[in-house]
Nanobody
Framework: QVQLVESGGGLVQAGGSLRLSCAAS????????MAWFRQAPGKEREFVGD????????TYADSVKGRFSISRDNAKNTLYLQMNSLKPEDTAVYYC???????????????WGQGTPVTVSS
């Protein structure tokens, strides 16, 4: 079992940067595929990106490719999301997710964090 707690959300101006963290507890973190999803008001939860257990493979949604970067520190049981060149349309609650394999649909995710809000002002 994996427990996930996100932090680092907040208010930022367009063009700015934020770094989200996700602290995980549980022995299976190091063998879990980790992902970030987001949900904007009135919209479905959507895939942002994921990272393999080793950190060697990452995948990103087209909407964030080139601006967002996912990394993980297995020694610290922590997942990160570096967000640069933020746009107002990036405003959403960001969720950390863990699964045994790559899960790019919310329906396939096994464990969720509680979410951290990100607001990008224009």
């Amino acid at each position: 079992q994996v427990q996930l707690v996100e932090s680092g959300g907040g208010l930022v101006q367009a063009g700015g940067s934020l770094r989200l963290s996700c602290a995980a507890s549980g022995r299976t973190f190091r063998t879990s595929y980790m992902a970030w999803f987001r949900q904007a008001p009135g919209k479905e939860r959507e895939f942002v990106g994921d990272i393999s257990w080793s950190g060697m493979r990452t995948t990103y949604a087209d909407s964030v490719k080139g601006r967002f970067s996912i990394s993980r520190d297995n020694a610290k049981n922590t997942l990160y999301l570096q967000m640069n060149s933020l746009k107002p349309e990036d405003t959403a609650v960001y969720y950390c997710a863990a699964s045994g394999v790559a899960a790019r649909s919310p329906h396939d995710v096994v464990y969720w964090g509680q979410g951290t809000p990100v607001t990008v002002s224009s």
